[in-house]
């Protein structure tokens, strides 16, 4: 199968021995992957996984990314914060980031020298678009000496004017551990109004949104509550604040799942982009998860034979300018620094 693989232009072939060789994997995911379905995913599997090793190649998959790339192919899964870490380590000469292109930009930024693919140039976002650099410098001389905090769903050019990067998993304790009165907080008006309201630091809003969990609504959640009983409602400090006074649980992606590893509701809505909850569900049998459909359209556009023909042409390489790398890494490496003082 590697072999054909690398022949360009040829779709790999179903076959009887690749259906049983993979039953095992299938067995995992045939609660959210339909058997029609996967067998037109499987060939691509197959030849991913293949590609990989002739490649020297790693896999990063964010939590939003659909079952058939992050239950199958990916070696490394998570948040944001979680990927920007572990790219870092990786040993793999390349890494393929099976996300959105600012994701795919942090990986270089950490990485400079290995090669970072990503399946589709255009898989974007709305917060990475809601700000350029020429924006944070007009900021900035706007409140001179105010520091300028950073969520990493921003272009390399933007974190390069920031003083240090924040996810949504560690948004509060970066503001806090600044030691300041007040900061400019970038991009995601709604993120940084979460964070207004867990301190005592004046926060300096921007009026970026995520176009994913914008469109959830506080009274969409209290029909969930009339139509469920006792669920429990975990939402994504992305969406507005009457979304967030409705839910039991404010926390990132992977706070999210630590969450339910913990509490172990029985029956669960999570507030964010829909394939999060078909992941999830595979690890967690036991949970009934209601799952309010609001797709990622940037997330979307990592499919399997996109990511076979990034890995067999090594196609769509992201690049960052060194100079602007260098200023960006330090940004994202003060977060990182703040992660590892936490854990010590
Ligand atoms: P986290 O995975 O950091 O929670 O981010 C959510 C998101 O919208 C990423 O694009
Ligand atoms: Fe950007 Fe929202 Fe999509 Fe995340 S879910 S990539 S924040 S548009």
């Not at 007009?138 to 969520?151: D, E, I, M």
Request: hydrophobic share 40%; charged share 25%; proline share 6%.
């Amino acid at each position: 199968m590697a072999t054909l693989s690398l022949l360009p232009g040829v779709v790999p072939e179903l076959t009887p021995a690749l259906l049983e060789r993979y039953a095992p994997m299938y067995e995992r995911v045939r609660e959210v992957i339909p058997e029609l379905e996967w067998q037109t995913h499987l060939p691509w599997i197959d030849a991913i996984q293949g590609l990989k090793k002739q490649r020297n190649a790693v896999i990063l998959a964010h939590n939003y990314q659909p079952p058939e790339i992050y239950h199958t192919i990916a070696d490394i899964t998570g948040d944001s914060l979680a990927l920007a870490q572990q790219a870092a380590r990786a040993e793999a000469k390349v890494i393929v980031q099976c996300g959105v292109h600012f994701m795919a930009e942090t990986s270089k930024i950490l990485c400079p020298e290995k090669t970072v693919l990503i399946p589709d140039t255009a898989a974007g976002c709305s917060l990475a678009e809601s700000i350029t650099a020429e924006d944070v410098r007009l900021l900035k001389a706007k409140y001179p000496g105010v520091p300028v905090v950073t969520y990493v769903n921003t272009s390399a050019d933007v974190k390069a004017e920031s003083d240090v990067c924040c996810t949504s998993a560690n948004a509060v304790h970066i503001v806090e551990s600044l030691g300041v009165d007040r900061v400019i907080f970038l991009p995601d008006k709604y993120l940084g109004q979460y964070v207004a309201s867990k301190t005592q630091v004046k926060v300096i809003l921007w009026e970026g949104s995520c176009e994913v969990h914008e469109r959830f609504t506080g009274e969409e959640l209290r029909s969930y509550r009339r139509a469920h009983g006792n669920v429990r409602i975990l939402a994504h400090p992305e969406c507005p604040p009457d979304v967030l006074l409705e839910a039991d649980f404010v926390g990132s992606t992977a706070a999210m799942i630590t969450h339910l590893n913990e509490r172990r509701p029985r029956r669960v809505v999570m507030i964010t982009e829909c394939s999060m909850s078909d992941n999830v569900a595979v690890e967690f049998p036991d949970i009934q998860f209601t799952r309010p459909c609001n797709l990622c359209p940037h997330m979307r556009r990592i499919t399997l034979p996109r990511i076979h023909d990034a890995l067999l042409h090594m196609r769509h390489e992201v690049q960052v300018d060194p100079a602007v790398a260098g200023r960006a890494r330090q940004a994202v490496e003060r977060m990182l620094a703040y992660g590892r003082k936490e854990a010590a």
